[in-house]
């Protein structure tokens, strides 16, 4: 038989970037600092500062997060109209061993990103938003149209922005280390769609 052509069709994108630096010292000084100032969350714990990239030791950071944005926003967005994803409510998260971050999705946001500061042998796992059989034959290998999840790892300075929509998670710890992350959530800042067509909105 011919090979078939199979054509992805609506996928979702995942965007992948690394910061490219080390981080300064006093980066990292704020951000072991911020442990004594934290929340319970499910599985691990959270900042209880929920506008972190606020914060001046964070500028550089927020810097880097806001290029990216554009970026997201230019590349796979793409729209005419003058606008850009504004990064709204920041944290940073702490998993220690034996620790994990629920599934979760992010209500009230366009686009969301996890950043990474210190992670080993760790990933992220994203759940297929479309994904659900009532008949369901055993799979020999997984590929991106049969997987109900699919996991990246990660690394230290690498970011990672998808659909606020998109439910992910991160499995159980493993390793002694703490691994640590900044989350943030956007929203579009302009005039959305047209005056003429009567689908105008200015945010």
Request: aromatic content about 14%.
């Amino acid at each position: 038989m011919k090979e078939p052509l199979i054509q992805s069709l609506f996928s979702t994108p995942i965007y992948i970037n690394n910061i490219d630096r080390d981080f300064t010292k006093d980066e990292l000084d704020f951000v072991n600092n911020q442990k004594n100032y934290c929340e319970n969350n499910e599985g691990n714990t959270k900042s209880t500062d929920n506008y972190i990239l606020k914060k001046q030791e964070f500028k550089n950071i927020k810097k880097f997060l806001n290029e990216c944005c554009q970026d997201y926003l230019n590349r796979i967005i793409n729209t005419q109209n003058n606008i850009k994803l504004d990064i709204t409510q920041s944290w940073l998260n702490y998993t220690k061993e034996n620790q994990y971050h629920h599934s979760h999705a992010h209500p009230n946001s366009i686009i969301s990103g996890v950043f990474y500061f210190d992670c080993d042998n760790d990933s992220i796992k994203f759940s297929n938003p479309v994904f659900y059989q009532t008949i369901k034959p055993l799979i020999k290998s997984y590929n991106s149209w049969n997987s109900e999840t699919w996991s990246f790892s990660t690394k230290k300075g690498q970011l990672f922005m998808f659909p606020s929509s998109l439910i992910h998670q991160v499995d159980i710890k493993k390793g002694t280390n703490t691994r640590t992350s900044l989350s943030f959530n956007t929203f579009y800042k302009g005039i959305l769609g047209s005056n003429v067509t009567l689908t105008e909105l200015i945010l």
